[in-house]
């Protein structure tokens, strides 16, 4: 049996990781993980992978200039070299750099290094800073693995002129598409508990309520339509709110402007929506837009890294400028009024969302831990 260390955040781990922990167990890999605790969810993980892999804590934070790294590093450094490792999968920034450094003596020993991208800090419209700061180490480092996966085409391209000797692409991470497409719940009834009035037009977004996710973009959009009968609905948490709250009041549309904080019902709200927006200025692929697609909804998005693979003007989707608030209107107006074109892009993105399936990917991934040839 292979043995396998897999090093990623607490909040990665739980998130999107937990499934291929499992699945690498299933198939011929002893595995073990050592995070860092970001999101205070190490119990949470612990209890998620009990009896399957055994979860270690290294003291490391997401900010690269924190001097308390210097103490991860080293306990990372004693996993690492304590033991002998097949492979060692490391995932997010700082630990995919601290891991690629920490594990340098143990490639020498035999063991193959996979660092897995979910999303560059470095992209086509992105700030000058991430460019002069990311850029330069993810370069450097990209000698010290052998392998880069990546989960979109722009960062697949540009990982290709990097040091890796082998660069991949998959298909995101995975999700459960089954679980978005197969939802029952009462459309009314879940509308109702909602306060979207039952003939309304319903544009639902998923994720925090941070900068970078661009929720204002859709609330100026939902102004300048000018249509009372369009609901915008936004599920998801952040020091956002109370800004986003006021953007809607100001512009005459908060009544129309729902903030339904964290949920656990997501997939029945996408059954009761008409429309997902996903506005986001940056994201490695943009997961909540695929739930959204596996729920048979059309996609109004931007025109970022990793949602322009898979959204593609009047076939799954319409993408604008992620600034562009009079593109989004538009987008907007044109749904609103040809419900037929909703359905039949909500019957495309069902099709399209297949290939990012979670029991598809889990395979992908094991293959590539396997260091075959080929997917």
Known sequence: MKRLLLTCTDLMAIQFLVPHVKYLSQNGF?????????????DELRQALQGVAEVRQVHLVRSPFS?????????LKGIIDGQHWDVI???EPVMGVMTRLAARDARKRGTKVVYMVHGFHFYHGAPARNWLLYYPVE???????????TINQEDFQRAKTFHANRVEKINGIGLDTQKF?????????????????????????????????????MIRALAKTGN?????????????????????RKLGVGER????????????????????A??????????????????????????????????????????????????????????????????????????????????????????????????
Request: hydrophobic share 35%.
């Open 30 to 42: 002893s595995v073990e993980l050592a995070c860092s605790a970001v999101g205070g969810r190490m």
């Open 67 to 75: 001097p308390g790294n210097r103490r991860g590093y080293g306990e």
């Open 89 to 91: 999968w490391t995932n």
């Open 139 to 149: 370069r450097y480092c990209s000698r010290l693995c052998d392998m880069i996966i």
């Open 181 to 217: 497409s197969a939802c029952q719940s009462d459309r009314h009834e879940k509308r109702i508990s909602l306060g979207i009035p039952e003939d309304a037009f319903f544009v639902v977004s998923v994720g925090e309520l941070k900068a970078h996710k661009n929720h204002k973009v």
């Open 228 to 248: 009372p009968q369009m609901y915008y609905g936004i599920c998801g948490t952040g020091e956002g709110l109370q800004p986003l709250q006021s953007l809607a």
């Open 257 to 276: 402007v729902k903030f339904f904080g964290y949920r656990k019902d997501v997939p029945e709200i996408l059954h009761c929506a008409d429309l997902f």
């Open 278 to 375: 996903f506005p986001s200025k940056r994201d490695g692929l943009g997961l909540a837009a695929l739930e959204a697609m596996a729920a048979h909804l059309p996609l109004l998005t931007s025109n970022i890294r990793g949602v322009s693979d898979y959204v593609f003007d009047g076939v799954t989707g319409y993408r604008c400028a992620p600034d562009d608030a009079a593109g989004f209107a538009k987008g907007l107006a044109r749904y609103f009024a040809d419900r037929k074109l909703c359905s039949q892009i909500g019957e495309n993105n069902a099709g399209a969302a297949k290939k990012y399936d979670i029991c598809k990917i889990e395979k992908d991934v094991c293959a590539l831990m396997d260091f075959n040839e080929k997917l």
